[in-house]
């Protein structure tokens, strides 16, 4: 192996094979592999341009006498040999003399290091099990090949972020992950680790991420390259920050994001959804947004409202502006046969393709998937939605299907990006990114679109993600707490959540309404407060058509007067806490805009030296100010919360002052979410 200079870079060469180390923003290292003559140009997430740094590389001849590598294994069977580093700021990488890769930071303590079985080329070092630390395996005949990387496993290491899965534990050492995206699991694989450093697995490919009791490993089943970042700081905020400065930070969200989002399974019309809203308003309740479900359309496709449901929603949105509420719009990426944009997308390669059988969606119509990786079809779809809905005031878009939701045989389908065992996690970024370009355009600067999924990067086109089709009940609420901080963590700071569940949801049931407003009581303290569900039972009536075009039929009513007088007065209470707090959102949302970090965040975040914290899953905060403890078992009536140590706590609502580092049993009546008040501040929560 050779191992030499070029500009700030450091090589790793041996034959046509290349790894490439190189100072990529503050306190931070790209590192990609290659086995190719070439290195894959892409940059996936890493798109935006960082800060140049006073890196230094080193190449230092090294005799194994000497105490620094005293502790150094390898260093036992050479009496010479080269060590290569680079160091950039709080970060160093050292390459020992095989090759090997180690990341300390600035105060010399080892923050991870490759994970390599194999013996050294004096054949006594290690073990002859040939574990490579990275390895690159060809698919016969391709060019394309198997990835593995290898790292150490820590006993003391705790892992935060990696996107969306629905799995209980917010600490996802001991998980393995699946690489993909799917209805309610997003993967966005960057984590922050305890030991003080930032990781992000830059390649959408398909495959797996296995945090090991033995090691870590990352696999990729199809790719053209290796390609991680690495970052270290001193605290979880400064790593986030210097994360998001090289994948991009989110705008300053809109002021009607920061309130009340009213949702259900679905408005059938224009009337419907005035009616809610000039209710709303008639009660003198708040709401900054009413959605506009799917199936409001002619066909998957066009774009465009039905007109015999929607006669006029210029009017519509015009009246709901005047009231002050914004109007989304849900789009799919779904084009049916029939539709009129079917022709052209299909003739210019504007739609997903597959490798070996023609995939076609059915249900509600013939469909097939547009490919949200073509920049042509970016601006296409956005076009026809500019024609249909922003010219009549539509400003907020729900860019639905995200994923997307095909049968997730991954190694069928291909685009124009590549093949989707390569390329298919970034879907979502390009779906999100049409709108945002295209808004851009026109000269919009309040963006914000409700995706369902996200990959690492989305966040700087205005993405606001939700969970997908999350079932009614009190366990996936208490996974949605995880899955929520879980992509705070990973860098995409505006999250949300269908109050009470999508699935199952009946609203005459006694425990259904308890789980609804629990729910309700903490999604008023997560970044987006929406209220959405399908609600069962759907209204009952006969199979209709419209120019042949089978519509769809509505859930039950979701409005907070529907679940009886009881839950509507909590429901209102907790309305008027939001906007007593908005002054207090909206700062948290331009400190994410500003420096990427997390709205609602783990404890950890925060209070990053109370190990007891880190320990903390069902609890966190809410900005740097409020501790959030929500209630996620039925009949619970108290709650049992961790008070971080460093300062006092203030219970908002009995007002009771209690000690930090100690954990307390808090009042949790059905009207009560518990809250707590960092010492100093002041926010009026229960008045």
């Given amino acids: 192996m050779s191992i030499y200079q070029e500009g700030k870079r450091l090589i790793l060469a041996q034959g046509n094979s290349q790894v490439w180390i190189e100072p990529w923003g503050e306190n931070s290292l790209r590192v990609r592999m290659t086995p190719d003559p070439r290195m894959d140009p892409n940059d996936w997430a890493l798109t935006e341009p960082v800060k140049e740094t006073d890196s230094t590389i080193t190449f230092e001849t090294i005799d194994t006498t000497d105490p620094w590598y005293k502790g150094e294994e390898w260093a036992k069977y050479h009496s010479t040999g080269t060590v290569a580093t680079l160091t950039n700021g709080k970060i160093t990488a050292k390459v020992n003399p095989e090759g090997w890769i180690s990341y300390y930071n600035q105060k010399g303590e080892l923050l991870t290091e490759e994970y390599w079985r194999t013996r050294d080329r004096l054949n006594r070092y290690c073990l002859p099990l040939r574990v490579y630390g990275r390895e ?24 935060f972020g990696m996107g969306q899965y629905q799995h209980r534990h917010l600490d996802k050492k001991g998980a393995t992950l699946e690489l993909a995206h799917r209805n309610s699991q997003a993967s966005v694989p960057f984590y922050v680790s305890t030991r ?25 089943r199809s790719t053209r390259k290796l390609d991680y970042f690495i970052t270290a700081g001193d605290t979880p905020a400064e790593i986030e920050a210097q994360y998001s400065a090289a994948t991009g930070r989110t705008p300053m969200m809109p002021e009607y994001g920061m309130g009340y989002w009213q949702c259900k399974l679905r408005y059938r019309n224009q009337e419907e959804v005035l009616a809610v809203a000039r209710e709303h308003k008639r009660r003198g309740l708040p709401m900054d947004v009413i959605v506009i479900d799917f199936f409001h ?15 006029d929603p210029e009017a519509m949105v015009k009246e709901l502006k005047e009231m002050g509420i914004e109007t989304v719009v849900s789009v799919w990426p779904t084009i049916d046969e029939r539709s009129e944009n079917w022709g052209k997308m299909a003739s210019q390669g504007m739609l997903m393709a597959t490798d070996r059988c023609s995939e076609r969606n059915t249900w509600m119509g013939p469909t097939v998937y547009f490919d949200a990786t073509h920049p042509g079809a970016q601006k296409f779809v956005w076009e026809r939605c500019k024609e249909n809905y922003y010219d009549k005031g539509i400003r907020c878009f729900w860019l639905d299907e995200a994923e997307p939701e095909c049968s997730y045989d991954f190694d069928n389908y291909r685009y124009w990006a590549g093949p989707a065992m390569q390329v298919t996690n970034t879907y979502p970024v390009g779906y999100a990114k049409g709108f945002y370009d295209g808004l851009k355009s026109v000269g919009e600067k309040d963006i914000m679109s409700l995706v369902r999924c996200a990959w690492a990067g989305s966040q700087k086109y205005a993405v606001l993600t939700w969970s997908g089709d999350i079932h009614s009940s009190f366990r996936a609420m208490r996974e949605q707490v995880q899955a929520g901080l879980s ?66 039929t509505s859930g039950q009513d979701n409005e907070v007067w529907s679940f009886g007088e009881e839950v509507y007065e909590i429901l209102v209470k907790y309305l008027f806490i939001r906007e007593r707090l908005r002054p207090y959102i909206r700062s948290l949302m331009q400190a994410a805009h500003e420096t990427g970090a997390p709205v609602m965040r783990p ?27 929500p209630i996620v078992e039925a009949g619970a009536e108290t709650r049992t919360v961790y008070l971080p140590e460093g300062c006092k706590w203030t219970d908002a609502n009995t007002k009771q002052i209690y000690e930090g580092g100690q954990f307390v ?23």
């Fill in 196 to 220: 003080g450093y930032g990781f992000l697995w830059n390649n959408p490919a398909i495959g797996t991420a296995t945090f090991g009791t033995n090691k870590t490993e990352w696999n990729a």
């Fill in 487 to 552: 992509m705070g963590m990973a860098g995409i700071p505006w999250w949300t959540s269908d109050i009470g569940g999508f699935l199952g949801g009946v609203i005459d049931d006694p425990a259904f309404r308890e789980l609804l407003v629990r729910w309700f009581q903490w999604s008023c303290f997560c970044p987006v407060f929406r209220m959405h569900g399908e609600r069962s039972p759907w209204h009952e009536r006969e199979v209709e058509f419209i120019n042949n075009v089978r519509q769809l």
């Fill in 136 to 159: 690159m395996k060809p698919h016969f005949g391709t060019e394309s090949y198997e990835l593995t990387a290898r790292f150490e496993a820590f006993d003391d290491e705790k892992i």
């Fill in 603 to 629: 404890l950890y975040y925060d209070f990053p030296t109370d190990k007891t914290a880190a320990e903390v899953e069902d609890c966190y905060m809410f900005g740097p100010d409020l501790l959030v403890a």
């Fill in 665 to 687: 049993t808090v009042p949790a009546p059905i009207g009560i979410i518990p809250v707590m008040i960092r010492e100093g501040k002041d926010y009026p929560i229960y008045e």
């Fill in 297 to 311: 359309w002619t066909l998957q496709g066009d774009f465009k409202f039905e007109p015999r449901d929607w006669p």
